[in-house]
C-alpha cells in the first residue's frame, strides 16, 4: 500500500494539536502575555511552558519582545496573520472546499451591535501609540464604540510623526487632539482598556465595572532610533496597531452564531 502525500499533518495542526500549547496559544490570543503569566494562567511549570513557546516560536506562530519596562523580561506575542494563513493552508490540505476565507472587515463593521462597546487605549506620554490606536479604532467603526486614550505622564504635544503617519497612511487628521491624563478618566465606565506599553501596565489605575484587560507591548516609536528622521518607526507602529486593530473588531462585534441545521 503506497502511503498518500497528504499522510502527514500540516505543521499548524501539529503544533496547535498540543494541549499545553492550544492553551498558550488561546492564551496569547487575548493578550501579550510574559512567562510567568503563562505558567499561572495554564497551570504548567515554567520549564514546560518555555519548551513549548520555543516550539511555537519556531513554528513561526508565537514571537517575544523584551519589556520596556523591565529588560530581563520578555512579552509573547502570537501573530494572529500568520496563524490566519496556517490555519487557512491546513483547512486546504485536508479539500479545496475547506480553504478559510479571511473575515471581512467591512461586513463587521455593519453588523448591528447589542451594544455600545468603551475602550480605554494607554501609553506612558499619550503622544503616539495609543492616540494612533484610538483613531485607527475609531476611523474603522465609527460611533459604534465610544474610543479614547490617556498615559500616566501625558506630553505636552501629540508627536509629529503620530500626525503625519496617520495622515499619510489613512488620511486621519488629529492636529489639534492633546495628550490626556489617566487621571482624567476617573469614574469612566470602560468595556475594555488596552496597554501599549509595558510601563503604563504596571501603573493602570483600578477602573469600575471590571472591564477586560488586554496588553499590547509595543515598542515607543520615538526610543526606536536615535536618527534624526525617526519616522520610519512610527510607519512600522502604525502598520502593526492597524493589524491589532482589524483583529480588536471581531472581538468588539463577535458575529452572530450560525444555526446548524437539523
Same mark, same amino acid.
Given at each position: 500500500?503506497?502511503?498518500?502525500?497528504?499522510?502527514?499533518?500540516?505543521? %499548524?495542526?501539529? =503544533?496547535?494539536?498540543?494541549?499545553?500549547?492550544?492553551?498558550?496559544?488561546?492564551?496569547?490570543?487575548?493578550?501579550?502575555?510574559?512567562? /510567568?503569566?503563562?505558567?499561572?494562567?495554564?497551570?504548567?511549570? !515554567? #520549564?514546560?511552558?518555555?519548551?513549548?513557546? /520555543?516550539?511555537?516560536?519556531?513554528?513561526?506562530?508565537? #514571537?517575544?519582545?523584551?519589556?520596556? %519596562?523591565?529588560?530581563?523580561?520578555?512579552?509573547? $506575542?502570537?501573530? @494572529?496573520? /500568520?496563524?490566519?494563513?496556517?490555519?487557512?493552508?491546513?483547512?486546504?490540505?485536508?479539500?479545496?472546499?475547506?480553504? =478559510?476565507?479571511?473575515?471581512?472587515?467591512?461586513?463587521?463593521?455593519?453588523?448591528?451591535?447589542?451594544?455600545?462597546?468603551?475602550?480605554?487605549?494607554?501609553?506612558?506620554? #499619550?503622544?503616539?501609540?495609543?492616540?494612533?490606536?484610538?483613531?485607527? @479604532?475609531?476611523?474603522?467603526?465609527?460611533?459604534?464604540?465610544?474610543?479614547?486614550?490617556?498615559? #500616566?505622564?501625558?506630553?505636552? $504635544? @501629540?508627536?509629529?510623526?503620530?500626525?503625519?503617519?496617520?495622515?499619510?497612511?489613512?488620511?486621519?487628521?488629529?492636529?489639534? !487632539?492633546?495628550? /490626556? $491624563?489617566?487621571?482624567?478618566?476617573?469614574?469612566?465606565?470602560?468595556?475594555?482598556?488596552?496597554?501599549?506599553?509595558?510601563?503604563?501596565?504596571?501603573?493602570?489605575?483600578?477602573?469600575?465595572?471590571?472591564? !477586560?484587560?488586554?496588553?499590547?507591548?509595543?515598542?515607543?516609536?520615538?526610543?526606536?532610533?536615535?536618527?534624526?528622521?525617526?519616522?520610519?518607526? %512610527?510607519?512600522?507602529?502604525?502598520?502593526?496597531?492597524?493589524?491589532?486593530?482589524?483583529?480588536? !473588531?471581531?472581538?468588539? %462585534?463577535?458575529?452572530?452564531?450560525?444555526?446548524?441545521?437539523?
Amino acid at each position: 500500500m503506497v502511503l498518500s502525500d497528504q499522510a502527514a499533518p500540516p505543521p %499548524f495542526v501539529r =503544533l496547535a494539536a498540543h494541549e499545553v500549547r492550544w492553551r498558550l496559544l488561546s492564551e496569547l490570543a487575548r493578550s501579550d502575555l510574559r512567562v /510567568r503569566e503563562l505558567v499561572a494562567l495554564v497551570g504548567e511549570p !515554567q #520549564n514546560l511552558v518555555s519548551y513549548h513557546l /520555543r516550539l511555537l516560536r519556531s513554528g513561526g506562530l508565537v #514571537n517575544a519582545r523584551r519589556s520596556s %519596562f523591565d529588560g530581563r523580561d520578555s512579552y509573547y $506575542h502570537l501573530d @494572529l496573520e /500568520r496563524c490566519a494563513d496556517a490555519l487557512a493552508d491546513a483547512g486546504a490540505a485536508l479539500h479545496p472546499a475547506l480553504r =478559510l476565507l479571511p473575515a471581512e472587515q467591512a461586513n463587521t463593521a455593519e453588523t448591528p451591535a447589542a451594544e455600545t462597546p468603551s475602550v480605554l487605549f494607554m501609553c506612558t506620554g #499619550n503622544s503616539a501609540r495609543s492616540p494612533i490606536a484610538e483613531a485607527l @479604532l475609531r476611523h474603522r467603526v465609527g460611533s459604534r464604540a465610544v474610543v479614547t486614550s490617556a498615559g #500616566n505622564h501625558p506630553k505636552a $504635544h @501629540l508627536h509629529p510623526h503620530a500626525v503625519r503617519v496617520l495622515r499619510r497612511r489613512y488620511d486621519i487628521d488629529i492636529t489639534d !487632539q492633546r495628550p /490626556r $491624563h489617566l487621571d482624567t478618566m476617573t469614574g469612566r465606565h470602560f468595556d475594555y482598556v488596552i496597554s501599549l506599553c509595558d510601563k503604563v501596565r504596571e501603573a493602570c489605575p483600578d477602573f469600575g465595572g471590571h472591564p !477586560q484587560r488586554l496588553h499590547w507591548s509595543i515598542p515607543d516609536p520615538a526610543a526606536a532610533s536615535g536618527a534624526q528622521d525617526d519616522y520610519p518607526a %512610527f510607519d512600522r507602529t502604525a502598520a502593526e496597531i492597524d493589524t491589532r486593530i482589524r483583529h480588536l !473588531q471581531p472581538i468588539l %462585534f463577535p458575529a452572530p452564531r450560525r444555526k446548524v441545521r437539523p
